[in-house]
């Protein structure tokens, strides 16, 4: 889940501000408790405690679909009204596209000069269409970016072996703690033919020098240094972090998102124990 960093901020006036208090407090409450759980995580996966940072992961995702209930909730409290549109901005664009298109249908019916909601429909039109061509089948977009050197890297340099497309960034304790486990299944399959390609969400390119040096990270990494705003990040539509997509020989997206035992039970059907 991508965690957003809201100040608390009060805002006294109209019914309608009392909708932007409760979503702030909300996502702030929900910021704290994902950076704990990150680092929790985090230290748990030094500590190679696998039972742990397990219990964290699950921790962790069922903190996103809490805020997206209560969220929820108040968009349901508050129909019809413009400032809505800052409820829907903390929905899941893919679990949550059905509610969200059908408020903002009723928004743009209700209020037909209603800019920003025609923008925030054209944006969602936009992601499905990247969807489309990041799923299960699709063939990987091609991409460059520099290294840590400043080197230029292509993914289709990688074509003729699986590689791991892994979307990360030194600020994410969830992505440290998943560290290890790409690291071992890395280590164990780089022989039999799996390359690794990260693309860093950083951008402060000390910070990621320094995740990949502690971390003992040993493959390619690469980064524009422009946080969310990572042009690779973009056509990939990526929303959150850890992210990841196997891609095989011929350059076909066969898995996504994998983690934990998820990732080695893949890696074990492609290239055995």
């Known amino acids: 889940m991508k965690i957003k ?20 407090f909300i996502a702030y409450r929900n910021y704290q408790q994902m950076i704990q759980n990150g680092r929790l995580q985090y230290q748990a996966s030094l500590a190679k405690d ?12 069922w903190l996103g679909d809490d805020m997206g209930e209560r969220i929820k909730l108040l968009v349901k409290m508050y129909p019809n009204t413009p400032v809505l549109l800052y409820a829907l901005d903390y929905l899941h664009p893919r679990k949550d ?3 969200i298109n059908t408020e903002l249908a009723k928004l743009v ?7 920003e909601a025609k923008r925030k429909q054209a944006d969602i039109v936009k992601a499905e269409a990247i969807a489309r061509k ?24 990688y074509r003729g072996k699986y ?23 890395y280590e164990k399959y780089h022989g039999k033919g799996l390359e690794i390609l990260a693309v860093s969400l950083d951008d402060k390119k000390d910070a990621w ?39 095989d020989k011929e350059g076909k997206i066969v898995a996504k998102d994998l983690r934990g035992e998820e990732l080695t039970k893949k890696l074990e059907e492609i290239f055995g124990k």
């Open 50 to 61: 696998t039972a742990l940072v397990r219990v964290m992961q699950d921790q962790y995702d």
């Open 163 to 185: 590689v791991l497309l892994d979307f990360w960034a030194s600020w994410c304790g969830p992505c440290r703690a998943e560290n290890p486990n790409v690291l071992d299944n």
């Open 109 to 115: 019916k209700k209020y037909p000069y209603f800019e």
């Open 5 to 24: 960093n809201p100040p608390y901020v009060y805002i006294h006036g109209s019914e309608e501000n009392n909708l932007i208090n409760q979503v702030n």
């Open 97 to 99: 596209k059905e509610l």
């Open 209 to 247: 020098v320094k995740a990949i040096k502690d971390d003992g990270l040993t493959w390619e990494h690469v980064s524009d240094l422009k946080g969310w705003k990572n042009e690779v990040a973009k056509e990939y539509n990526i929303r959150a972090v850890p992210s990841n997509f196997l891609i």
């Open 134 to 157: 990041t799923g299960i089948g699709a063939t990987a977009m091609d991409f460059t970016q520099n290294n840590v050197s400043g080197k230029a890297v292509q993914l289709k340099d």
